[in-house]
T-cell receptor, first 114, second 111 residues
Framework: DAKTTQPPSMDCAEGRAANLPCNHSTISGNEYVYWYRQIHSQGPQYIIHGLKNNETNEMASLIITEDRKSSTLILPHATLRDTAVYYCIVRVGHSGGSNYKLTFGKGTLLTVNP | DADVTQTPRNRITKTGKRIMLECSQTKGHDRMYWYRQDPGLGLRLIYYSFDVKDINKGEISDGYSVSRQAQAKFSLSLESAIPNQTALYFC??????????FGEGSRLTVL
């Protein structure tokens, strides 16, 4: 199983872009990178995922390096409500196909300051 | 109404008591999961089920058991609760390769 490394905490000013890094140097060629966030003891919320191409949705952008050993989640205009723990996860296969589980690490606590 | 509902939301019990946490979903998803969260730690997987007949242990299954009564229901049991099982428990669902949808959590305190 590919493991991920994230900084334990980061700060960002409100209105600025928040760039959250994740290292996954042992990722396999068919493993996806997922991002979730958890706002103070609520259930985690899906943000975005990708394989090797950069991805963007209404919440964030995901930039994956060409060698796929690291990625960055970008919140383009952080707000106070984006303060949360952000989890970077690499998909773990079970019996192949769509049967897989996700393992959450400790994540990065992003604090958006006014 | 929430798509993934956990009951109870809060429970205080005593050591040695049997506890059941229930999870029901209205999303029609086939896959269901139970996670545990402790302060300062991430979410750790207890059990997961890919369908009613397929139940698998996660990384911390000791002291827990589960039952998938129907596609929509997945219960977590602590046969004899102990204080170090005090934690926040989350149920989650997914359909195929899609994202996980989490419940609001069940906070369990074992005295």
């Amino acid at each position: 199983d590919a493991k991920t490394t994230q900084p334990p905490s980061m700060d960002c000013a409100e209105g600025r872009a928040a760039n959250l890094p994740c290292n996954h140097s042992t990722i396999s060629g068919n493993e996806y990178v997922y991002w979730y966030r958890q706002i103070h003891s609520q259930g985690p919320q899906y943000i975005i995922h990708g394989l090797k191409n950069n991805e963007t949705n209404e919440m964030a952008s995901l930039i994956i390096t060409e060698d796929r050993k690291s990625s960055t989640l970008i919140l383009p205009h952080a707000t106070l409500r984006d303060t949360a723990v952000y989890y970077c996860i690499v998909r773990v296969g079970h019996s192949g196909g769509s049967n897989y589980k996700l393992t959450f690490g400790k994540g990065t606590l992003l604090t958006v300051n006014p | 109404d929430a798509d993934v509902t956990q009951t109870p939301r809060n429970r205080i019990t005593k050591t040695g008591k049997r506890i059941m946490l229930e999870c029901s979903q209205t999303k029609g998803h086939d896959r269901m999961y139970w996670y545990r969260q402790d302060p300062g730690l991430g979410l750790r997987l207890i059990y997961y089920s890919f369908d009613v007949k397929d139940i698998n242990k996660g990384e911390i299954s000791d002291g827990y058991s589960v039952s998938r009564q129907a596609q929509a229901k997945f219960s977590l049991s602590l046969e004899s609760a102990i204080p170090n099982q005090t934690a926040l428990y989350f149920c989650a669902t997914r359909q195929g390769p899609g994202e996980l949808f989490f419940g609001e959590g069940s906070r369990l305190t074992v005295l």
